[in-house]
């Protein structure tokens, strides 16, 4: 089960203090938090660590829960995280995959059969973030038993 305590991790080839766009792939662990707007729907926020987080160049990278992609990285801070600019308090946005499996399951072919998204109900919960108590129905929702 996931929870605002537990952290996710974000990867992708954006930009860092070392490499240009695209070079080497990276990683960040995010704890999750609220977004706090109102109708922000299919999407959830996290807070990267102090030397680490979501940076230019990273849309469309995985958002992951225990090994599994649950949301796609949207956008992050205006200014990105480096040794001389720490993360606390940057929030990153993603979208999340659930309202979309449907269609992401239709483009996959039978020789992809292994990455169909099977462990994520297709069930659509309600999405508006307005509490915590929301937010944390909502992500608990996007998992379900295999």
């Not at 704890?31 to 990273?58: K, Q």
Request: proline share 4%.
């Amino acid at each position: 089960t996931l929870t605002q305590q537990m952290y996710t991790q974000v990867l992708g080839f954006g930009r860092t203090e070392k490499t240009v766009l695209g070079e080497e792939l990276c990683g960040a662990r995010l704890r999750l938090t609220a977004c706090m707007r109102e109708n922000w729907y299919h999407v959830v926020c996290g807070i990267g660590s102090p030397h680490g987080g979501v940076c230019t160049g990273d849309s469309g990278g995985p958002l992951l829960f225990a090994g599994t992609q649950f949301a796609v990285t949207s956008m992050g801070p205006v200014v990105c995280v480096t040794s001389a600019v720490p993360a606390l308090g940057t929030v990153s946005v993603f979208t999340t995959l659930r309202p979309y499996i449907d269609m992401l399951n239709a483009t996959i072919t039978d020789a992809d059969v292994a990455l169909r998204m099977r462990m994520i109900s297709a069930a659509a919960p309600s999405y508006q973030v307005s509490e915590n108590k929301n937010f944390l129905r909502m992500i608990l929702n996007l998992y379900v038993a295999l």
